[in-house]
């Protein structure tokens, strides 16, 4: 069945068309919440939301952009309002969070298990994927979906609603801040 006739059914209410959109797009949905938000959990809160934002607002889905496309940008948004949403709860949790039941620091090692990271190169993808979420909200964008997506320029623009130059420069300065926070870190496990 056609992507378009699939859309059509699922505007007129079908619950199997939107059960086949969810089966086809769960896995980019997922692994694209999860390459910006770095925790499985989190990922799966946001893949449901956003399936859930598709089964309501499919009937502003116009067509003038891929299907894809559309579903990407929900996942972004829903995503980075996920990082604001912890944030928030982060700040007004104050300093008593940060120590446990004897007034010990608490470590939480990161919960980052992406399905396109082989197991070798884990330590290496996490330390890596540390320094992509502090890179500035575009640029995290960007790398995420160009370098852990594999989407081409062409495909980020179009997502991001922004021009190809306009990526371009995105993924150097990521790369470039990405350089400088490996470099930094790396000196640091020298001394």
Do not use: C
Request: charged share 25%; glycine share 4%; proline share 3%.
């Amino acid at each position: 069945m056609s992507e378009w006739i699939l859309i059509e059914r699922l505007k007129q209410g079908d619950e199997a068309a939107f059960k086949t959109i969810v089966t086809t797009w769960q896995d980019m949905v997922y692994n694209t919440a999860l390459g910006i938000l770095q925790n499985a959990e989190d990922a799966e809160d946001v893949a449901q939301e956003v399936f859930v934002q598709v089964y309501e607002s499919i009937a502003s889905f116009k067509g003038e952009s891929k299907f894809s496309t559309w579903l990407y940008r929900i996942t972004i948004t829903k995503s980075m309002d996920h990082i604001r949403r912890k944030k928030r709860k982060k700040r007004f949790a104050g300093i008593q969070g940060l120590f446990g039941m004897n007034n010990e620091p608490v470590y939480e090692p990161p919960d980052f298990h992406h399905p396109g990271v082989l197991l070798a190169n884990k330590e290496t993808a996490a330390i890596l994927l540390r320094s992509v979420k502090v890179l500035p909200e575009n640029q995290r964008i960007a790398f995420t979906l160009h370098k852990i997506e594999g989407l081409s320029y062409q495909e980020v623009s179009e997502i991001m609603k922004t021009t190809v130059s306009s990526v371009e420069s995105l993924m150097h300065r990521a790369k470039n801040n990405l350089r400088k926070s490996l470099e930094a870190y790396y000196q640091d496990q020298k001394e």
